[in-house]
């Protein structure tokens, strides 16, 4: 029972880790994009049809990721070339993912889909309670945990890293050290978008393996609030995706174990318990307020 | 770039406007209003079949646009205003949410006629129709209580509104009319439309017993994972065999073409009359797809209730029923009336959960 829920858990929490670690890397340096249920659910779809047509889940995976990558491009070329409002251009790039994926998958609606297998690890997969959680996943959970230890060590270990968080922090003096922002951030923006495709990619070829319009249903804003609430660590990120992810799974539970607490009450608990949690966890201001992208949000012009 | 120019106008007029096709001055409009797209797999795209349905059957006589994804509210009422000055004789609006914007826009033309689905409130020229879900539901329960080993049954609900809780009464029912003993899990999902989380709320369920599923929300996941489980499950709104070759053991199909092609015809003839219609079985507006995976003595079971709750002589609310708490609601023999089963708001006995309120 208790592995059949952690199993569960596993599968809701990945999505949201994913393209918050995503979301996470554009914001690091410091441009805001809302756009992550649409690259999510473009991804989402470009996967499920290219699995569909191929019959390879993936090349699908790779088709979602591409997907949501070459969807933020157009985010990139409209808020860092052509410096449009970022949070206007965000929300636009959501109503367009919603609409466009909806005509691209008008034919995909009711086919059975294509279902990613986990990998299962010889041996390893045998031991108890342990080998089926960690050792017989799909290939999306194993990227999810390989994100967040990648995202942790890029931006606080390596140079590109240092240099993504300078432009987050104050642009105007990363491009006096030759930095090129403009370059920089469109690379971070594609990041955010290629996680939110394979986010959406999860989506369709493992949680749920079908197609149905709009199936993202609102989980590329949590993924967004975990970045802020996780005040934009990495590990915080995972914590958060997994804390809602369970009290999500758990009120199910519990309302079909009949302990007669009001569903409404439950329904909202996944929200509430994320946020005081991960509240709890930054409650300290200043390491907070160092780790927040002062120039989040900001357009950036070079003027020579 | 012109090309591009004209090719972005006309998909934007496709996707904005009427998808009709050309006018004809002899034709008679016959207009839809959904609050989801065509393929939504669900509620609106069975609004759509019944809409091809009418253009089928009256061919060059009618023509039927539509609007697409017409959000409930403020917004509502431009679009179906906007149908209304565009010729249309009837309009069909199609969500419960259009009620209010349906209400206004009829007493603005007198001479349009509208018909509100799912809603209370009508006029001269405005008629109120829905369907007796809860008929099919009652058979669901009966092929439930048959075919249960553990005599469990999980229920995916959606929001605690009377139409829900007369499903799961329904189907409660229907199990205990084979199985006395006969549970029935609900989990609420507190959504019409999550995949995933309708997907959890059908793992949970199983994890915790249940060896049968059935659902008040609109895809197919639920479908999807009782599959990959092993065990039996309903479709809803949509024949879902597709998602569950072997799992689907009947569905609930909404049928409104029968009901549209009706209505139209009676506006054709010059019959049209404001009513307040709630079709059932009988009169085709919901129509069980075919019993599959059950044996044969289950099948011809669920044929003879359906027979039976056609012609009138079964009624799925006729006491003596319990209410959840063991108080009487209905004595022997009597049946419950529309009034009470429009406002629903309590369970009967059986219905293992607590009532949202």
């Given at each position: 029972m208790l592995e059949a829920i952690l199993l569960t858990i596993i599968t809701a929490s990945t999505p949201l880790v994913i393209a918050a670690a995503g979301e996470l890397v554009t914001e690091r340096a410091g441009v805001l994009n809302l756009g992550v249920e649409g690259m999510m659910i473009m991804g989402a779809v470009c996967a499920f049809g290219a699995a569909h047509v191929t019959g390879y889940p993936v090349v699908g995976l790779v088709a979602g990721i591409l997907g949501g990558a070459l969807f933020s491009l157009l985010f990139g070329f409209l808020t860092l070339t052509l410096v449009a409002n970022q949070v206007a251009t965000g929300l636009a790039l959501t109503l367009l993912g919603l609409g466009l994926s909806g005509q691209i998958g008008e034919s995909f609606v009711g086919i059975p889909g294509v279902k990613l297998q986990p990998i299962v690890f010889p041996l390893l997969s045998d031991i108890p309670f342990v080998g089926p959680l960690l050792f017989r996943q799909d290939l999306t959970f194993y990227l999810s945990i390989a994100l967040i230890i990648g995202v942790h060590w890029f931006l606080f270990k390596s140079r590109t890293g240092l240099k993504i968080r300078a432009i987050g922090d104050s642009h105007g003096s990363a491009h006096a050290l030759g930095i090129n922002v403009i370059r920089t951030r469109y690379l971070a923006v594609m990041f955010g978008g290629a996680c939110a495709g394979l986010a959406g990619a999860q989506l369709s070829l493992?949680?749920?393996?079908q197609w149905v319009e709009n199936m993202s249903a609102g989980r590329g804003w949590i993924a967004l609030a975990l970045v802020v609430f996780a005040s934009w660590r990495p590990a915080r990120v995972l914590a958060g995706g997994y804390i809602f992810g369970a009290v999500g799974i758990l009120q199910l539970h519990a309302q079909a174990f009949g302990i007669g607490v009001p569903s409404q009450f439950l329904s909202m608990l996944p929200y509430a318990v994320t946020i005081v949690v991960l509240i709890i966890i930054s409650h300290n201001r200043r390491t907070t307020l160092i780790n927040t992208?002062?120039?989040?949000g900001k357009p950036f012009v070079p003027d020579r | 770039m012109k090309k591009l120019i004209i090719a972005l106008a006309a998909t934007a007029a496709t996707l904005g406007g009427f998808s009709g096709g050309a006018q004809a001055a002899d034709k008679t409009k016959v207009c839809f209003v959904y609050v989801g797209t065509r393929t939504d797999g669900g509620w609106t795209q069975a609004q759509d079949l019944g809409r091809q349905q009418v253009d089928k059957t009256f061919g060059d006589k009618v023509e039927t646009p539509y609007l697409e994804?017409?959000?409930?509210?403020p917004d509502a009422e431009r679009a179906i205003e906007r149908m209304a000055r565009s010729g249309c004789a009837l309009i069909f609006t199609t969500s419960f949410g259009f009620m209010d914007a349906t209400v206004k826009v009829a007493e603005k033309f007198p001479k349009v006629k509208f018909e509100h689905a799912t809603g209370f409130k009508s006029g001269p020229n405005l008629a109120t129709y829905n369907s007796r879900f809860y008929e099919g539901r009652y058979i669901l329960g009966q092929i439930a209580a048959k075919m249960s080993k553990k005599g469990v049954a999980g229920y995916i609900a959606s929001f605690p509104i009377p139409e829900v809780v007369m499903g799961i009464n329904a189907f409660e029912l229907g199990a205990k009319s084979v199985n006395p003993n006969f549970k029935l899990k609900v989990v609420w999902a507190?959504?019409?439309?999550?995949p995933g989380k309708e997907a959890d709320a059908a793992k949970a369920l199983i994890d915790q017993g249940v060896d049968i599923l059935t659902q008040h929300t609109d895809t197919t996941a639920p479908m999807q994972v009782a599959a990959e489980r092993g065990i039996y499950a309903f479709g809803q709104a949509s024949d879902m065999i597709a998602a569950g070759p072997k799992t689907q053991l009947t569905a609930i199909v909404d049928t409104w073409g029968n009901y549209y092609v009706k209505r139209t015809k009676a506006l054709l003839d010059g019959t049209w009359k404001s009513e307040q219609i709630w079709d059932g079985l009988k009169d085709g507006i919901l129509t069980m797809a075919p019993y599959t995976n059950m044996p044969d003595d289950v099948k011809a079971m669920a044929e003879e209730t359906e027979a039976k709750i056609k012609s009138g002589e079964l009624h799925p609310f006729t006491g003596p029923i319990n209410k959840q708490d063991g108080t009487p609601w209905l004595k022997k023999g009597e049946k419950a009336d529309d009034g009470t089963l429009l406002g629903m708001n309590f369970y009967v006995e059986g219905v293992d959960d607590k009532l949202p309120k």
């Open positions: 493992v949680y749920t393996p992208p002062a120039c989040l | 994804s017409v959000p409930e509210g507190n959504t019409w439309f999550d």
